[in-house]
C-alpha cells in the first residue's frame, strides 16, 4: 500500500485549516496557494472530504470549506480512507473469495495482523495532534 499525492495533500490541507480558529472558511484558491496544491487537483480532493463529512463546503460570495467536525475527532484514517477509499494492504483481507486457500493461509493471518496494527495506528493520530504539532514546530524555528 501507497499514500497517494492526494492523501498527502489532503492532510496537509486540513493541518492548513485546523490550525486557524475554528469555523474558520478557506476558499479553494487560498488554499491551493497557502499548501501549494495545485488548485483544481485539490478541487477534487476538497470534494472528497466534504463527502466524507469531514469538510462542509458553502456557496456564494462568502462560501468556501470548513471543517465539519472538531479536529479531534477527525483521524488520518478518516482523511486517508476519505480519499482512498477502504485501505486493504491484500485483497483477500476484505473478500475471502479472492483466494481458496485463505482459511488455512498463514499469509493471510499475517497480513490481517499487519493491516490491524496499521489501521489502529492511522486512527491514533488526529488532526488536533498534527495541527498542534507543526504550530509548536513553527514557534521553535522563530524562537532565537
Not at 112 to 134: F, H, N, P, R, V
Request: include cysteine.
Amino acid at each position: 500500500m501507497k499514500v497517494t499525492r492526494a492523501s498527502d495533500y489532503a492532510i496537509r490541507s486540513l493541518i492548513h485549516i485546523a490550525k486557524k480558529p475554528e469555523g474558520t472558511v478557506f476558499m479553494r484558491s487560498e488554499l491551493s496557494k497557502a499548501c501549494d496544491i495545485p488548485d483544481s487537483f485539490l478541487g477534487k480532493i476538497l470534494q472528497n472530504l466534504a463527502k466524507a463529512d469531514i469538510l462542509s463546503s458553502e456557496r456564494g460570495k462568502k462560501g468556501g470549506f470548513r471543517l465539519n467536525r472538531p479536529t479531534q475527532d477527525i483521524t488520518v484514517y478518516d482523511i486517508i480512507r476519505a480519499i482512498e477509499g477502504e485501505l486493504s494492504l491484500n485483497e483477500c483481507i476484505f473478500d475471502d473469495s479472492f483466494c481458496s486457500i485463505v482459511n488455512t493461509c498463514s499469509a493471510h493471518k499475517m497480513w490481517g495482523s499487519i493491516q490491524d496494527s496499521l489501521l489502529l495506528k492511522l486512527k491514533s493520530y488526529t488532526l488536533k495532534q498534527l495541527a498542534d504539532d507543526e504550530m509548536r514546530g513553527q514557534k521553535e524555528h522563530v524562537q532565537p
